[in-house]
């Protein structure tokens, strides 16, 4: 699934492209995906300029005057920005044409993303979001207080997005490797001292992903189709009975929440 920092290498890669271009057409070649993609966006986007671009946790927020189109990549999709008379790949399902003959193409293969519209920019989607990890708000005060007596445990705690968003599996497992916590340990029982090493270490791996372009395991790629190749610096994602890089010992896997988490039983505690 694509996660904050693919997101974020979206918004990055779009904003040259399509930024101050103006829409001709916004086609929907299917007419839902998770959601149904609004009909009326033929005519609201119509002759409109975009204003630029936002990420809002894993949503791309691509302003207008008229309002705000949010797209959601859901567990498979990505973007393309392709010359208007190339042929549409299986799975284009949503595309604004622009009047240079350049197209921004969805691509969606499980259908489990989002096309919607908000004429003030707000939707309920995002308004119960959490704060964003690579803000300052978001420190070891912040989470330490979030996490006060919850029994959960921590890969779960930091993956709630109405606590933190965009900190989705690959880079919870990333960060709590690296800051040598037990994934099963229960949120509320992780010391402020603790809190304080894996808010640190959130920050630095969701940016040196961003940097990496984002992590390529099956269907994410750049706007210009190159993969992300954080996927070479992975410590213990999908490693499973490889050896630590740190102490030797074999990587192990459990399943949390339906979705397995990689670790060091040595490393972790």
Request: proline fraction near 3%; glycine fraction near 8%.
């Given at each position: 699934?694509?996660e904050l920092p693919e997101v974020e290498t979206t ?18 070649h299917r007419a839902n995906l998770r959601w149904e ?233």
């Amino acid at each position: 699934m694509p996660e904050l920092p693919e997101v974020e290498t979206t918004k990055n890669g779009l904003l040259p492209l399509i930024n101050n271009q103006r829409v001709t057409r916004a086609i929907r070649h299917r007419a839902n995906l998770r959601w149904e993609i609004p009909k009326a966006l033929k005519t609201i986007l119509a002759g409109e300029v975009v204003n630029g671009i936002d990420r809002r946790g894993k949503y791309l927020l691509i302003r207008f005057d008229v309002g705000t189109l949010i797209i959601h990549l859901g567990m498979s999709g990505s973007i393309k920005v392709v010359n208007s008379s190339e042929v549409l790949r299986k799975h284009d399902h949503f595309e604004l044409i622009f009047d240079n003959n350049k197209s921004m193409r969805l691509n969606d293969p499980r259908r489990f993303g989002a096309v919607l519209f908000s004429k003030d920019g707000s939707h309920p989607l995002l308004n119960s979001l959490g704060v964003e990890p690579l803000e300052e708000e978001f420190d070891e005060t912040y989470l330490y207080n979030k996490s006060r007596n919850k029994v959960q445990n921590i890969k779960t705690f930091i993956m709630n997005s109405k606590v933190v968003v965009g900190v989705g599996n690959i880079y919870a497992c990333e960060s709590l490797f690296a800051s040598g916590i037990d994934p099963a340990r229960q949120a509320g029982s992780v010391s402020k001292k603790r809190y304080a090493l894996l808010t640190q270490h959130i920050k630095n791996i969701l940016k040196k992903a961003i940097k990496a372009g984002g992590t390529t395991l099956q269907d994410f790629s750049q706007v210009d189709g190159t993969p992300g190749y954080f996927t070479q610096t992975l410590s213990v994602y999908g490693r499973e009975g490889k050896n630590c890089s740190t102490c030797g010992g074999k990587i192990s896997r459990l399943i949390q929440n339906q979705r397995s988490t990689f670790y060091c039983k040595q490393c972790q505690t």
